[in-house]
């Protein structure tokens, strides 16, 4: 059978001159286009070379088939082309080079609520939103009701959206598009907004779409969302195709290029320039360190259950043997959810030491949910709080399939091991 | 799989116009057109009677300064009368010229995130002004009572130079639309071009006024038969044939070279907007 969707060499070049030039007036662009060929007389080398640096390529010769009933992950960092992928498929730019051969009606959805208007009642941006995305209007009246139930806004559908609260506003935008009914259905990260529990709700309907025997394309950071919801994946790395393959592998292979990336040093964190700081002795601690698995550094961001290594370089102005570091781990609520300190550890060197130290916190399963955690960390000598940095870090952990069943854990603060079995009833015969 | 194919492929050049695509989304044109009527009047106290109230007061000062104090005379009706069947027109002319050019840059969200036929952002703006125009003409039959002025059968043309009006508002408002994606000059330079236009537009003036060997390059002006041939239908006033068809030839002119250059640089706009 062939494919629904045919992506042969695409490649989008842009020019960064013309992106400088936009916002010239029309006397400048007449003034560039008739100095045009004087400056290609004097036409240096100089000349020449920028305007190779002008341009950039966007994508570069990417190639791939999408099946009819396969649900496609994009995944790649920033930049990467992941969305100009997406806006060429969608049809809203033009590809510089290749093709795309489209075979089944298509819907593209690369941002939550587009044409929606402000003045308009909830009623009325269902229907304009609808229309935008490529509904009949017949099939908005069908499905109207379904809309605003899962968009929970029965109570304020006359009320003009510039009143919603964002949630509202992003759930009724979600419920419109996830009601269309395309046979390719291109998404980009739009999951990214909205609360949590209505993330999981748009991720469960996804998960009904792509069961509904849809094609889809899906762009995400949420490498959890990634590996449940797909069944391929595709990485993108500076604009050409790096790898493909099943999504937890494409997945894999991102995680890695991520870890791998030895010119990154966003998880080295030089303290010794931090003015906001309570030093009762003076500005001791001078680096963190942040590693995971295999000492591979932590980059974007930690999956559930993932090892964090933490190295914390200080220094100490005096012989001494009484000196802890402790590391408190805080939510976005601004509670402290866990307390990691040096006197707790049984085996820790004894001895006395002086000068450049470094001291490492080995957490060999980080389990706490999904979120931002905020770092306070602070070194005592003897009784005093000799140095202390609140804020000093952010960690992120993203979603993953921590139990292993393909479902990724919601609610609650952390995860542990746990287990559930049946035992016979007591009265049972 | 249903049989739809689709092949996306860099474009270079002018393209056709895809008829076939434009019928498939045109639920979408009424939802534009209805979209602006519903913003237009929001939130404002008068709401749809502004759509009379613009050209009215311009009636009224019209016919004080140039009818009045200057003397100028209609070409048989009143001077209100005159005055108004050719400032609805204008006005309708104007103001679907400025938003229309004005769409693109409006549209920006639009126009980066979604596909559809992009003429429709422009289209819609002219097609929405198509109510009040229907407002001033309703105030228009209430003048000629008002002055016992008789309606002709010339009224059955009306159409043609209603259609007339849509083609040049829309064909101008196309290219200078599209040209405003890169050049936002656009937005200073329409004001003026608008305000000339009524000028040289014999709206205040009739066009016996302009010596006979210049009233033909007037016809090059496409609103001058429409508001000759707005007076003509409604008003039973006398107009040359060959003036107002060159100016419908040349606003059937405008209106496919709109689609043309719209066509040519639709492409880009997303990557400059």
Redesign the interface.
């Given at each position: 059978m062939r494919p629904i969707l045919e992506i042969k060499h695409l490649s989008k070049e842009y020019r960064l001159g013309r992106a400088f030039h936009r916002t010239e007036n029309f006397r400048e662009f007449l003034k560039r286009k008739l100095t045009a060929p004087v400056r290609a007389l004097r036409g240096s080398q100089a000349a020449e070379e920028r305007i190779k640096e002008e341009r950039f390529w966007a994508l570069r010769d990417v190639s791939f088939d999408v099946a009819e009933g396969d649900v496609v992950g994009i995944i790649g960092r920033n930049g990467a082309g992941k969305s100009t992928l997406l806006k060429i498929i969608s049809r809203i730019t033009d590809p510089t080079e290749g093709a795309v051969l489209v075979r089944g009606r298509m819907a593209s959805l690369l941002e939550v609520g587009t044409g929606f208007h402000p003045e308009l009642t909830g009623r009325e941006n269902i229907f304009l939103n609808g229309a935008i995305l490529g509904m009949r209007k017949a099939e908005i009246v069908s499905k109207f009701d379904e809309i605003v139930t899962f968009a929970e806004v029965e109570k304020f559908l006359d009320t003009p959206v510039k009143h919603y609260s964002s949630g509202m506003y992003v759930r009724l935008a979600f419920a419109v598009a996830a009601h269309l009914n395309p046979e390719i259905l291109i998404v980009d990260e739009v999951l990214a907004v909205g609360d949590v529990a209505f993330q999981k709700k748009c991720l469960g309907k996804m998960n009904e779409v792509s069961r509904g025997g849809r094609t889809v394309l899906f762009v995400s950071h949420n490498m959890a969302a990634i590996e449940n919801l797909c069944k391929h994946g595709v990485v993108l790395e500076h604009g050409k195709l790096a790898f493909q393959g099943t999504s937890k592998e494409a997945v894999h292979h991102y995680l890695n290029s991520l870890s791998g990336a030895q010119d990154s040093t966003g998880h080295i964190l030089d303290l010794s320039d931090v003015s906001d700081r309570r030093s009762m002795v003076g500005p001791l601690l001078k680096r963190l360190e942040f590693y995971t698995d295999r000492d591979r550094p932590v980059i974007e961001g930690l999956q559930i259950g993932a090892r964090l290594k933490i190295r914390v370089h200080f220094d100490l102005p005096n012989p001494t043997s009484s000196f802890n570091i402790g590391l408190g781990f805080n939510n976005v609520f601004g509670q402290r959810i866990f307390t990691a300190h040096s006197q707790f550890e049984p085996n820790r060197a004894s001895g006395e030491r002086v000068g450049p130290q470094v001291f490492v916190c080995d957490i060999p399963s980080l389990t706490f949910m999904p979120g931002e955690y905020t770092l306070r960390l602070w070194l005592d000598i003897g009784n005093t709080e000799a140095d202390l940095i609140n804020d000093v870090a952010r960690v992120t952990v993203i979603e993953s399939d921590y139990y292993g069943t393909g479902k990724v854990p919601w609610n609650g603060t952390f995860v542990l091991k746990h287990h559930w079995y049946i035992e016979q009833a007591a009265d049972a015969k | 799989?249903?049989s739809?194919?689709?092949?996306?492929?860099?474009?270079k050049g002018w393209q056709p116009v895809d008829w076939k695509e434009i019928f498939l989304y045109r639920?979408?044109l009424a939802?534009l057109m209805?979209?602006d009527i519903?913003?237009r009047y929001?939130?404002t106290l008068l709401g749809g009677l502004w759509a009379v109230l613009q050209p009215l007061i311009a009636m009224l000062i019209f016919t004080f300064v140039f009818n009045r104090l200057a003397g100028v005379k209609s070409d048989g009706p009143p001077y209100p009368l005159f005055a108004f069947a050719g400032l609805a027109p204008w006005t309708f002319f104007s103001t679907a010229l400025s938003q229309s050019s004005n769409s693109l840059v409006a549209n920006q969200?639009?126009?980066?995130?979604?596909?559809?036929p992009r003429v429709f952002i422009p289209l819609g703006a002219v097609g929405a002004l198509l109510l009040d125009m229907a407002f001033s003409m309703g105030l228009l039959f209430v003048l000629m009572l008002h002055y016992h002025w008789p309606i002709s059968m010339h009224v059955l043309w009306l159409p043609v130079f209603v259609l007339a009006a849509v083609l040049s508002a829309s064909g101008l408002g196309m290219i200078l639309s599209s040209l405003n994606v890169?050049?936002?000059?656009v937005k200073y330079a329409v004001p003026f071009l608008i305000q000339m236009g009524l000028f040289l537009t014999p709206v205040i003036y009739p066009i016996h006024y302009i010596p006979e060997r210049w009233q033909m390059l007037m016809g090059l002006n496409p609103m001058t038969g429409v508001v000759l041939g707005f007076r003509y239908s409604l008003l039973g006033s006398t107009a040359s044939w060959t003036v107002m068809g060159v100016s419908l030839g040349v606003s059937f002119a405008l209106f496919v070279l709109g689609l043309l250059v719209f066509r040519r640089m639709e492409?880009?706009f997303?990557?400059?907007i």
């Open positions: - | 799989m249903s739809f194919e689709l092949t996306i492929r860099p474009r639920e979408l939802f209805w979209r519903k913003i929001r939130q969200q639009l126009v980066s995130k979604v596909y559809f890169s050049f936002r000059d492409r880009r997303a990557d400059i």
